[in-house]
């Protein structure tokens, strides 16, 4: 089945980065070569996505590698999984966007704001199917009461009912 004409992906990274971050959701501990071997990025771009990602608290450094020993790699664990989506370096260079939570986050592992970017339309689309879905359960309360109402009413008429035909 082919995608519609126009249609977006809500990965909206490089596919390599995406495929790198969902490589490090399932694996949870990892080195970059294993990444390599799941993906499509070279060791250099994997080894600096890690490195973002590790300044910014999603990543953790379990052991570094080992230097002049070949076949010797950093081994990390993710720590932060914050959803489906990869974490994206932005423009300035110094901080990390996380389009699952909608935080932005210095290399120092800070969270310094909420994105002051518009939502993703995912965002939206949540926060409508949140309010619909309040909405539903208000009505339904409402329901309810005026249910629970009108079977008190009905037990106190079968009762007066009763009553009065044993008298």
Not at 21 to 36: G, H, I, P
Not at 114 to 131: G, L, S
Not at 132 to 142: H, K, W
Not at 153 to 167: C, L
Request: with cysteine; net charge positive; glycine share 8%.
């Amino acid at each position: 089945m082919s995608r519609t004409e126009g249609a977006r992906s809500r990965a909206t990274c490089a596919p390599g980065l995406q495929q790198a971050w969902t490589s490090m959701r399932v694996l949870r501990r990892f080195t970059t070569a294993e990444l390599e071997a799941t993906g499509s990025l070279k060791r250099r771009a994997l080894q600096e996505f890690c490195r973002v990602l590790h300044g910014a608290r999603y990543l953790r450094l379990v052991q570094p590698r080992v230097s002049g020993r070949p076949g010797s790699y950093d081994v990390w664990q993710l720590v932060r999984d914050s959803g489906p989506v990869a974490p994206v370096r932005r423009k300035d260079g110094e901080t990390v966007y996380d389009r699952n939570t909608g935080a932005v986050w210095n290399l120092k592992g800070e969270r310094i704001a909420e994105a002051a970017v518009k939502a993703e339309p995912w965002h939206a689309w949540a926060r409508e199917a949140v309010a619909r879905l309040e909405a539903a359960a208000r009505a339904l309360d409402v329901a309810d009461r005026n249910l629970a109402a009108q079977c008190q009413q009905a037990a106190a008429a079968g009762a007066a009912a009763i009553a009065g035909a044993a008298s």
